[in-house]
T-cell receptor
């Protein structure tokens, strides 16, 4: 089972910030949070990841709460091309495996 | 740098035939992961390989499915005697290692349709 929960869908107006929440209340102290998105008929695209500090790159910002039980992905100025399913993932570790457990993600629709 | 390359992008097979899906990881990546995605669902882990070795196959069906990642050449996911339920998108991902700062990078998948 996925270690994360996300709202199934969100809408955002073009040009506004899109804030996508993720709950990961059972995360362990050394587990990272990864964000990917999947645009229709393509493979998941890596966006950003973090442990406990806020992170920013050219695509997005990641805000992780101090207790690490939740995080928010921020797309500062959403465009129509950001319409996609966004996945928040806590990577499963241990016993030599490093697989991702995907949840159902958040379907973000950016509206013109 | 070229990304993860999967081929074919689309594959049609009749029930009972064999399907072979290929994945060439990114240059310098020796870890390969296969995932399956049914329509309107998230990706489900199938198998994790590191050059010539299967590390974790906990998501692979017990029969008809196999995977390999030879010393030379692409990783292959093989499905024997396909059935209608095998219809799905199959994605491959690769990473240079397993460190936390080495996220997986995905290909654009192979869409398998069973007639």
């Amino acid at each position: 089972d996925a270690k994360t929960t996300q709202p199934p869908s969100m809408d955002c107006a073009e040009g506004r910030a899109a804030n996508l929440p993720c709950n990961h209340s059972t995360i362990s102290g050394n587990e990272y949070v990864y964000w990917y998105r999947q645009i229709h008929s393509q493979g998941p695209q890596y966006i950003i990841h973090g442990l406990k500090n806020n992170e920013t790159n050219e695509m997005a910002s990641l805000i992780i709460t101090e207790d690490r039980k939740s995080s928010t992905l921020i797309l500062p100025h959403a465009t129509l091309r950001d319409t996609a399913v966004y996945y928040c993932i806590v990577r499963l570790r241990g016993s030599g495996t490093y697989k991702y457990i995907f949840g159902t993600g958040t379907r973000l629709k950016v509206l013109a | 740098n070229a990304g993860v390359m999967q081929n074919p992008r689309h594959l049609v097979r009749r029930r009972g035939q064999e399907a072979r899906l290929r994945c060439s990881p990114m240059k310098g990546h020796s870890h390969v992961y296969w995932y399956r995605q049914l329509p309107e669902e998230g990706l489900k882990f199938m198998v994790y390989l590191q050059k010539e070795n299967i590390i974790d196959e906990s998501g692979m069906p017990k029969e008809r499915f196999s995977a390999e990642f030879p010393k030379e050449g692409p990783s292959i996911l093989r499905i024997q005697q396909v059935v209608r339920g095998d219809s799905a998108a199959y994605f491959c991902a690769s990473s240079p290692g397993t460190g936390d700062n080495q996220p997986q990078h995905f290909g654009d998948g192979t869409r398998l349709s069973i007639l």
